[in-house]
């Protein structure tokens, strides 16, 4: 009877080092129960506050737990290693975007607040089990806590029929990819006869060779379904319909929290189970940062909605992260994730004032809704201005320093050709980065500013031209976001610190 | 730490951003005076420089990302004490320029401006390459913005045009730039560092240094601009405002030529000497094509344009005759250029408001009479265009060819013709501007008191220094000697830690006096 209880015995957990992960999707249940409450002030103010109240204690625990455990914890399922709590970090914060972005938006009244919320913590909760997965199980269960939410929020203003196209191809196509990469699990643990990362590790060049073709697929699969979670061409196809389509608090959620999330476990996947490969993965992952470059930067040149081009600039950015992970080092490593941070505030910036102009002009979100903005809004046109600008990788900005940081990476790491193609890539963007710039600021029609309305209302009530007064919580998520681009580009130390305990947890990495 | 040159380098863009916070009144004024303050610093500068000090003076050098190897390196030295000043001296009377006038957005337009000083300031003091490169960068922000805000015509197909030459150049020269210091730390064993000194200590194999020019060479090139790679020249001065064109035009486009001789010469020696055909070539074609385009054109604004073209091909001429007096005559005429293409764009801001807002010389002609103020100080510039001995552009290309007649005959001789071209265009564009018929739309009599205290101390300065050139010639022998060193040494065969020998052929100063 003893016996049978000690077998039964759940692993040992270490709760603290767990806490983030516990934060987010405890904070889900708390969101979904306090929403049972009929009532405006829950409905429009518990709700929101809670969600908000949740990631921010996730942001703490990591804080506090950094540079977090070098060994798994919960049986060798989940690494809370530096990476991760980097990760959940910036997922939180994106979170904390998306929930204050979407404050005023009628999607998340027609979704439910309780809905909403509790999906975009589950899913936040996803991204980190999904960083932080040490073992093929959990990485598949973390993809699709990820995912499964992610769909459903695209979807979430029901009576938009863009919005359900999105949600409705992002789950055709997200499930491909799910499925895609299970299949890829599944070769891989048949020709380790493992789930666990460092056992596979250990495995490959022992008792699996390193030619062997069933692991080699799968290792193909794998790459492949990851490539369509972090919008890597050619499997990036969904992601300008799905941007524009989906709410745009969401989609500014989603463009870089997917992306981190996607890149961290393939960091995990090529440098810690797949590190005896390297001669394989890395220049097909060459192949694809570079395709993913040219064609995020050229599909972009043609669009004119707001989202779209944010959307094909992301799949660009894609592209450049990847190059960081192509080189297999410790620096390609640092660089990557530096640059995920500074992209997470210049896009942020960037969605935020798309968000508050969306609501109020006749244009939605084409470009045409920033005409002389210069003017009519120097708020909302500044922090437009930092973030195309340090999206392109103007100096004094923080997508200056990290490109250099990429750039420095490759060609350390023997791939010159690859900060040639970053460069290139840069030059395109600026044709349509230098658009955006140009409409706010380069219009020649004058502009009358009528008197402002005070108010936007939540639903689509769209008024000429808006008062960034009547939407400050959307001006100050701007205005925080371009000021953090900017004081990061000046001063990137406090970012430099944080990146470099990430290597400790991959003692692999050239 | 000496903070002399960062105050040099940020009280521009601190004044502007100030200016834009107070009132219109107050904040013109102050915009003002950043630019005047900062040209007085330089002139201390100028006065208290060692000119029998080697190396660089009032350094500052302070770890800014230990991360990237990247320093915060500044220092003053012969080579960019008198870009300074140019830089200094222009911006006055740009700033004021744009302060007096009605100007729209005016605040906007001068935070622009002393952005745009501050950059290119900051390009000419940085030591280090990544820190050169952000500010070469830089420049183009504040640039985009007064092009394309305040332009005139088709404003934001030029401005996109010229950002997108200029950025592609310099892009790839971020590429190599992270390249070069990358190589050589892994090269030499060092510690990844971006230090131009450093960089020119280790220099890399051959073969690398081949490839790193040729991207190097092409951003400085579209930058200054030479011909082949100066397709965005025209749409440009047509669109841009004059305070901005003088900026741009006298100012910026010594940053890529500087460049050549502060980066180029000392890291990649080997390369230089190996291309130094290729670049010739292209100063050549500049120069000719230059000047031929420049008396066809009906705009001044093209003259200039045009004749930029040739004049930044002879300073070319000078950096790759690879020869300490080439390099000091392209100084010298990088300087003079400036000045003179400075005052040449006020009397055609004034001469266009003249002519009732026309473009075109034939409106404008037989303003002589009317404005012999006028009339004069453009004689004095137009002569100095055209390197009239007693100009400094005189000194200055004779210097350059000098250069280019010890080992390049052939490349100095074509360049000559460019002296006699030059003087065909510049009476063409005096003569056809000042005299001729009277315009139909001339109307109002001789040069403001305003346009004239900006336009008289830019030609007093052009005369004084035809007058007195030993002003800079003193002062920019001993560091153009120590960039052209080592590559002079490869292009005379022999090894690179060599010093020049004392009885090769060398002119001294007086002797072209």
Known sequence: MTDLLAAAKSPEIDYQALAPVLATAGGALVVLLASLFAGRFVQRALVPALTIGALAVAIVFCVVNWPGETEPVVAGALAMDTLTLLVTVLCCIGGIVAVVLALRDGAVETAGPGEYHTLLLASVAGMTVLASAENLVTLFVGLELLSIPLYVLCAASVRDRRSLESGLKYLVIGSVGSATLLYGLAFVYGATASTDLGSIAAAIGDTVAVGDPLLLAGLGLVVVGLAFKASVAPFHQWTPDVYQGAPTAVTAFMAVTTKVAALAVTIRLTAHAFGGLEAEWAPALAALATVTVIVGNVGALTQRSLKRILGWSGVAQAGYMLAGVVVGTELGLQATMFYLSAYLAMNVAAFAVVVARERVSEHGDDIESLRDLGRAAPLLAWPMTIAMLALAGFPATAGFIGKFYLIDAVVAGDYAWLGIVIVVGSMISLGYYLRVVAAMWMGRGEVTVGDPPRTVRAAEGWSPEADPRAQPEVVAVAVIAAAVTVALGIVPSPLFDVVRDLAAGFPGLG | ?513
Not at chain 2, 297 to 313: F, M, N
Not at chain 2, 407 to 435: C, E, P, T, W
Not at chain 2, 476 to 505: L, N, W
């Open chain 2, 1 to 513: 730490m000496d903070l002399g040159l960062s105050f040099l380098v940020f009280l521009p863009v601190a004044a502007s951003l100030l200016a834009a916070l107070l009132p219109a009144r107050i904040g013109r004024a102050v915009a003002i005076a950043g630019a005047g303050v900062a040209l007085g610093y330089v002139a201390t500068l100028i006065s208290e420089f060692d000119s029998s000090a080697a190396g660089l003076q009032w350094v500052t050098d302070e770890a800014w990302i230990p991360e990237l190897g990247i320093r915060y390196q500044l220092g003053v030295d012969g080579l960019n004490l008198f870009l300074l000043a140019l830089t200094a001296l222009l911006w006055v009377p740009a700033t004021i320029w744009a302060a007096l006038r009605e100007t729209e957005r005016q605040k906007l337009f001068l935070f622009h401006m002393g952005l745009a000083e501050t950059a290119v300031l900051g390009a000419f003091v940085a030591q280090d390459l990544a820190l050169f490169v952000l500010f070469f960068d830089l420049m183009l922000v504040p640039f985009y913005f007064l092009i394309g805000g305040w332009g005139i015509g088709d404003r934001v197909a030029a401005t996109i045009k010229f950002v997108i030459y200029t950025l592609v150049g310099s892009l790839l020269m971020l590429a190599a730039a992270v390249a070069l210091g990358v190589l050589t730390a892994s090269n030499s064993g060092n510690e990844l560092t971006f230090s131009i000194a450093e960089l020119a200590a280790n220099p890399l194999p051959e073969g690398t240094q081949q490839w790193l020019f040729l991207l190097f060479a092409f951003a400085f090139l579209v930058k200054a601009p030479a011909f082949p790679f100066h397709g965005w020249v025209v749409d440009t001065y047509r669109a841009t405002p004059i305070p901005v064109l003088i900026c741009l035009s006298a100012v910026l486009s010594k940053v890529g030529v500087y460049a050549f001789l502060r980066v180029v010469l000392p890291v990649l020696p080997d390369a230089s000497v190996h291309f130094q055909d290729l670049l010739l070539v292209f100063a050549v074609f500049s120069i000719l094509y230059g000047s031929i385009l420049a008396f066809s054109q009906s705009e001044p604004r093209l003259v200039l344009a045009y004749s930029s073209i040739a004049q930044l091909g002879f300073i070319t001429l000078g950096i790759f005759a690879i020869d300490d007096l080439g390099a000091q005559g392209a100084v010298m005429q990088m300087v003079n250029h400036g000045l003179v293409v400075g005052a040449l764009l006020i009397v055609i801001g004034v001469l266009t408001a003249r002519a009732g807002g026309s473009a075109t010389m034939e409106q404008m002609g037989g303003m002589a009479l009317r404005a012999p103020v006028l009339a004069t100080l453009f004689l004095i510039v137009a002569l100095a265009t055209l390197a009239m001995p007693g100009s400094p552009n005189f000194v200055g290309e004779i210097l350059i060819l000098f250069g280019g007649f010890e080992d390049k005959f052939a490349f100095a001789a074509v360049a000559s013709i460019g002296v006699a071209l030059a003087a065909v265009y510049g009476i063409r564009l005096f003569q056809r501007s000042m005299h001729n018929r009277v315009g139909p739309g001339v109307e109002g009599g001789d040069i403001c008191r305003t346009d004239l205290a900006l336009l008289a101390p830019l030609v007093a300065v052009i005369v004084a220094l035809g007058v007195y050139p030993q002003l800079i010639l003193e002062r920019t022998d001993a560091a153009t000697t120590a960039q052209v060193t080592a590559a002079e040494a490869i292009a005379d065969g022999e090894p690179a830690t060599a010093a020049r020998p004392d009885d090769s052929p060398h002119f001294e100063i007086s002797e072209i006096e």
